[in-house]
């Protein structure tokens, strides 16, 4: 059964960096697009980034100029370099992989930036 393993998280200080992973295992053909979402405490589920297969991406306008999203589809792995990180950054991190037919999650990851 396919699924996406995500890895990366932690607690970091205000103004450091943290780098995600995430890898679909398991049998997922034909990854359109991959991207990353958040969501806070008493928050919705928010879009960060995603990078499509031709590779436009698109980012949330709070995270511009600080987060980086790349794929390496090869390894049907998308990662999510975050800079500059601020406390309202604090949230569970989740992966999304799509295809043509499904759309994947990853189980979540927590990213903690303290002030």
């Known amino acids: 059964q396919a699924q996406l393993v995500e890895s990366g998280g932690g607690l970091v200080q205000a103004g450091g960096s943290l780098r995600l992973s995430c890898a679909a295992a398991g049998s997922i053909f034909s990854i359109n697009a991959m991207g990353w979402y958040r969501q806070a405490p008493g928050k919705q589920r928010e879009l960060v980034a995603t990078i499509t297969s031709g590779g436009m991406i698109n980012y949330l306008d709070s995270v511009k100029g600080r987060f980086t999203i790349s794929r390496d589809n090869a390894k049907n792995t998308v990662y999510l370099e975050m800079n500059s990180l601020k406390p309202e950054d604090t949230a569970v991190y989740y992966c999304?992989?799509?295809?043509?037919?499904?759309?994947?999650w990853g189980q979540g990851t927590q990213v903690t930036v303290s002030s």
């Open positions: 999304n992989m799509k295809t043509s037919r499904f759309g994947y």
